[in-house]
């Protein structure tokens, strides 16, 4: 069974950071990448960017440049999101996903999803 | 600044037929592959339509996906109550870097 587990949700303050986790189970995330991508409470959906699976090679959205860190530790079949200088409107709910083999931006498989708050 | 717009909301009655659109600012909207997204409350996302009209595996034939020029559509026949739900349209803009775009969401009601 192909799937994704992510860490626990997290309360975190203003200007902060918060690292999310996301586990791989199975064996079909070798030259993948594994995309983040968020949701506001009531929102829609935001791409946050990608990682590699093989090379670790990563893309993010502009707007997160620079405040964004996604990796992937192939030791463990994991990915992480490092998000710093929390705002408070970056509340939300994040999600890992894969993206399929044959379109590299659709996503067949997602994590339940994280949801981190930013509260003083 | 590529941008997908979808109508915020599509209604139909059990059995129904319902389309609904996703527009966006090039003439080419199917170029990269339009993919579509089924969002239940209160869970994640799930691939519903890639690649402009393909379905993955599991996803019933009463879902139809189509493009052309700027525009792609959805369509949803034999309408069920089951699928209520948020659709999202995506796709890709290869803008600097290149990133993937959501369009705003269409939540259909099942009437």
């Known amino acids: 069974q192909v799937q994704l587990v992510q860490s626990g949700a997290a309360v975190k303050k203003p200007g902060a950071s918060v690292k999310v986790s996301c586990q791989a189970a199975?064996?079909?995330?070798?030259?993948?990448?594994i995309n983040w991508v968020r949701q506001a409470p009531g929102q829609g959906l935001e791409w946050i960017g990608w990682?590699?699976?093989?090379?670790?090679?990563?893309n993010y959205a502009q707007k997160f440049q620079g405040r964004v860190t996604l990796t992937w530790d192939t030791s463990i079949s994991a990915a992480y999101m490092d998000l710093s200088s929390l705002k408070f409107d970056d509340s939300a709910i994040y999600y890992c996903?894969?993206?399929?083999?044959?379109?590299?931006?659709?996503?067949?498989?997602w994590g339940q999803g994280t949801m981190v708050t930013v509260s003083s | 600044q590529f941008v997908l717009t979808q109508p915020p909301s599509a209604s139909g009655t059990p059995g129904q037929r319902v389309t609904f659109s996703c527009s966006g600012s090039t003439s080419d909207l199917g170029r990269y592959g339009v993919n579509w997204y089924q969002q239940l409350p209160g869970t994640a996302p799930r691939l519903l339509i890639y690649?402009?009209?393909e379905r993955p595996s599991g996803v019933p034939d009463r879902f139809t996906g189509s493009t052309s020029g700027s525009s792609a559509s959805l369509a949803i026949s034999g309408l069920q109550s089951e699928d209520e739900a948020y659709y999202y349209c995506?796709?890709?803009?290869?803008?600097?870097?290149?990133?993937?775009?959501f369009g705003g969401g269409t939540k259909v009601s099942v009437l």
């Open positions: 690649r402009n009209n």
């Open positions: 990682v590699h699976t093989d090379s670790g090679d990563t």
């Open positions: 199975g064996n079909a995330f070798s030259d993948h990448y």
């Open positions: 995506a796709t890709w803009d290869d803008d600097l870097d290149g990133h993937v775009v």
């Open positions: 996903a894969r993206n399929t083999p044959l379109v590299l931006h659709a996503f067949d498989v």
